[in-house]
T-cell receptor, first 115, second 115 residues
Framework: AQKITQTQPGMFVQEKEAVTLDCTYD???????LFWYKQPSSGEMIFLIY??????QNATEGRYSLNFQKARKSANLVISASQLGDSAMYFC????????????FGKGTKLTVNP | GAVVSQHPSRVICKSGTSVKIECRSL??????MFWYRQFPKQSLMLMAT?????????EQGVEKDKFLINHASLTLSTLTVTSAHPEDSSFYIC???????????FGQGTRLTVV
């Protein structure tokens, strides 16, 4: 079964600086996708960015970009120009198995942006 | 983007009573929805897959008689926590996806407190 590992329980960053949140995955599928979600203290899950395993380019969405290194099985999220509102939990996720709609999540990283 | 609405956002109930949580897809039809549970400072754990018109499939270790799932229409899935006890207190969140390779849309979540 697929597995997501997020090794940083907490990260701190100064406002306006960039931060990288780590995510490694373990999969036997040839085709898979990786998702990043943000969960503020209110609890809702906000989709940030998606990377397909066959995508040639690293995904980008505004201030979010994905540093996808397939050989290393890592899909790190980079947040540029951090804002105070970026303080939240961040989860990396992937389908439980290829083509499945079920997602398995990492343990998450709590990001705190300091003014 | 697609919207999933979950209600109620918070509920406090007495031990031994049952609580129903609704999850609606507002602008698309969801033949499959997913229910997750999240304990404080932990990740989301998939509880069950809700299938429109058929029985839900539960993940290992989840009591199907405790957590009743009904998916009577293409836009509504309900989770009923029966005979709730304090250990059932948790954050419950539903999700639906348009296709296996697109992001999951989450409801706002329900914070259940059993007293």
């Amino acid at each position: 079964a697929q597995k997501i590992t997020q090794t940083q329980p907490g990260m701190f960053v100064q406002e306006k600086e960039a931060v990288t949140l780590d995510c490694t995955y373990d999969t036997s599928d040839q085709s898979y996708g990786l998702f990043w979600y943000k969960q503020p203290s209110s609890g809702e899950m906000i989709f940030l960015i998606y990377q397909g395993s066959y995508d040639e380019q690293n995904a980008t969405e505004g201030r979010y970009s994905l540093n996808f290194q397939k050989a290393r099985k890592s899909a790190n999220l980079v947040i540029s120009a951090s804002q105070l509102g970026d303080s939240a939990m961040y989860f990396c996720a992937t389908p439980i198995q290829g083509g499945s709609e079920k997602l398995v999540f990492g343990k998450g990283t709590k990001l705190t942006v300091n003014p | 983007g697609a919207v999933v609405s979950q209600h109620p956002s918070r509920v406090i109930c007495k031990s031994g009573t049952s609580v129903k949580i609704e999850c609606r897809s507002l602008d698309f039809q969801a033949t499959t929805m997913f229910w997750y549970r999240q304990f404080p400072k932990q990740s989301l754990m998939l509880m069950a897959t809700s299938n429109e018109g058929s029985k839900a499939t539960y993940e290992q270790g989840v009591e199907k008689d405790k957590f009743l799932i009904n998916h009577a229409s293409l836009t509504l899935s309900t989770l009923t926590v029966t005979s709730a006890h304090p250990e059932d207190s948790s954050f419950y969140i539903c999700s639906a996806r348009l296709t296996p390779n697109t992001e999951a849309f989450f409801g706002q979540g329900t914070r259940l407190t059993v007293v």
